[in-house]
């Protein structure tokens, strides 16, 4: 079946860097686009990065200049290297998918930014 792992969480001090890498399983991960939300305390889960199956990505206004997504078809992942973290940049981190008509999430990561 699908399967989604996050890693990468953690705690960091505004201005600091965290990478997120997600493990797909269950699909053909190389023919689909891959995406990264956050939901912070209290706010609704938004979009903050997407990659295309041949690499091409975009942004949210809030994170663009600041993060950088990839993918690795080989190796069925995909990264999120948050650089220039900010206390706004707070929740938890999910890896999503859309295969035909649904989507599958992975459980989170939780990223505190804070002094």
């Known amino acids: 079946q699908v399967q989604l792992v996050e890693s990468g969480g953690g705690s960091v001090e505004p201005g600091g860097s965290l990478r997120l890498s997600c493990a797909a399983s269950g699909f053909a991960f190389s023919r689909f686009t891959m995406n990264w939300y956050r939901q912070a305390p209290g706010k609704e889960r938004e979009l903050v990065a997407a990659?295309?199956?041949?690499?091409?990505?975009t942004y949210a206004d809030s994170v663009a200049g600041r993060f950088t997504i990839s993918r690795d078809n080989a190796k069925n992942t995909v990264s999120i290297q948050m650089n220039s973290l900010k206390p706004e940049d707070t929740g938890v981190y999910y890896c999503?998918?859309?295969?035909?008509?649904?989507?599958?999430w992975g459980q989170g990561t939780q990223v505190t930014v804070s002094s």
């Open positions: 999503k998918v859309r295969l035909a008509l649904r989507e599958y």
């Open positions: 990659i295309t199956p041949l690499g091409a990505a």
